[in-house]
């Protein structure tokens, strides 16, 4: 069965320095891949989406970047954080069948 | 444009009376509609999905769903709920492929005894 992973699940950044969360899907194959952030009250926002190795598609502009280095792994990057980058983010990938997301666990980041 | 509006920002009921959830789309074709739960601190676990056919929809938990063409919605249901439902729901729209799926700003439950 598939399953995914996102790390590290909680982490505490100062304003300015770089991020790094990672996520990967085991047990598929060329998965479309999504990264998400909730911030209270908010819902659900897209952030990225990717569709094959080395294919982003960016659906907010912000200092925030992403990457698929390989099949199964999605990974979100900053150069340096603001304080409204806190949040929790949420990797999913999506069953080609039909269609609906599997997500990972989160990866709650506080900026200070 | 795809959108999901969820009424309702909070809903309190008491253990053991039934439960709905309303929520309304906005799609160009024939959506693909989920609903999800969330636990404190947890990513999102699938309650239910409607692609075609029967309009009731089952899901786990005792959770079901009905969607209506006619007034754009797709609202989950539970008859008797429990202290463990206590938790944010959301509804999703989509198309099958490639295109992400949008969600709805979610609905909390709480549930008193």
């Known amino acids: 069965s598939q399953t995914i992973h996102q790390w590290p699940a909680t982490l505490v950044q100062p304003v300015g320095s770089p991020l790094s969360l990672e996520c990967t899907v085991e047990g598929t194959s060329n998965p479309n891949l999504y990264w998400y952030r909730q911030a209270a009250g908010r819902g659900l926002q897209l952030l990225f989406y990717s569709v094959g190795i ?32 806190s949040g929790f983010y949420l990797c999913a990938w999506r069953g080609p069948a039909t269609g609906e997301l599997f997500f990972g666990e989160g990866s709650r980041l506080t900026v200070l | 444009a795809q959108s999901v ?13 039934s439960l709905e959830l309303r929520c309304n789309y906005s799609y160009g074709a024939t959506p693909y509609l989920f609903w999800y739960v969330q636990s404190p601190g947890q990513g999102l676990q699938l309650l239910l999905k409607y692609f075609s056919g029967d309009t009731l929809v089952q899901g786990i938990k005792g959770f079901e769903a009905e969607f209506k063409r006619s007034q754009s919605s797709f609202n989950l249901r539970k008859p008797s709920v429990h202290w463990s439902d206590a938790a944010e729901y959301f509804c999703a729209v989509g198309a099958r492929g490639n295109t992400p799926l949008v969600f709805g700003k979610g609905t909390r439950l709480s549930v008193i005894a």
């Open chain 1, 54 to 85: 080395g294919q982003i598609s960016s659906e907010v502009p912000q200092n925030l970047s992403a990457s698929r280095p390989q099949d199964r792994q999605f990974i979100l990057s900053s150069k340096k954080l603001l304080l409204s980058d």
């Open chain 2, 5 to 17: 509006t969820q009424p309702d920002i909070h809903i309190t009921v008491s253990e053991g009376a």
